[in-house]
């Protein structure tokens, strides 16, 4: 069965704090998607990967297929990055399942 | 400008009375889903489109349609819409693989 499960459900820092979001998935799959969706609704594809490391700016996504586990990292983190952060795997069947997400508050 | 175009943005409409949600992407992808989004539930995927003329079911296709006649284009279809679909529908594109181009949402109310 095709379940994801991610942590933590909610996550305050404070602005400058490193933060991590974890994404554990229960078999195998093709890629990984992370996205990110602000209070107003939209969402935003913030990586896609299958294998290794991808950075952008100053977030990070590390995926160990063998471990079935993904997590996204931000680095000095700040307000605007308050969001709800959410994991989708793409399964070998076509299936796509997404994470519960991660709800991040940042404050000043 | 790239973009995933979903329309209607807002809808409210009555219990049996048939809609189409549209959805147009101008990036050329072979790739095209349709999720909704629930409190308490998140994102689930309703149906997907690998290119055109290929479509599958996703996690909770009950009560959907979808056609996919041009690459550009992939309608969602509530032959007759029941206030368990009230929900936030997405759509989105990608090249396949690729990275994920979500619309700005559609948010159906049944009554």
């Known amino acids: 069965k095709n379940e994801v499960e991610q942590s933590p459900q909610n996550l305050t820092a404070q602005e400058g704090e490193f933060i991590t979001i974890n994404c554990s998935y229960s078999?195998?799959?093709?890629?990984l998607h992370w996205l990110q969706q602000h209070p107003g609704g939209g969402i935003v594809s913030l990586f896609m990967l299958s294998s290794g490391k991808k950075k952008h700016g100053r977030l990070i996504a590390t995926i160990n297929i063998q471990e079935k586990h993904s997590s996204l990292h931000i680095t000095a983190s700040h307000p605007r990055d308050s969001a709800v952060y959410i994991c989708a795997p793409y399964f070998h069947n076509n299936d796509m399942r997404f994470g519960a997400g991660t709800r991040l508050t940042v404050k000043p | 400008e790239a973009q995933v175009t979903q329309n209607p943005r807002y809808l409210i409409t009555v219990t049996g009375k048939k809609l189409t949600v549209t959805c147009s992407q101008n990036m050329n992808h072979e790739y095209m889903s349709w999720y909704r989004q629930d409190p308490g539930l998140g994102l689930r995927q309703i149906y997907y489109?690998?290119?055109?003329?290929?479509?599958d079911k996703g996690d909770v296709p009950e009560g959907y349609k979808v056609s996919r006649k041009e690459k550009r284009n992939f309608p969602l279809i509530l032959e007759s819409p029941s206030p368990n679909q009230t929900s936030l529908y997405f759509c989105?594109?990608?090249?396949?693989?690729?990275?994920?181009?979500f619309g700005e949402g559609s948010r159906l109310t049944v009554l």
């Open positions: 078999v195998g799959i093709s890629a």
């Open positions: 989105a594109s990608s090249f396949e693989p690729g990275e994920l181009f």
């Open positions: 489109s690998m290119n055109v003329e290929v479509t």
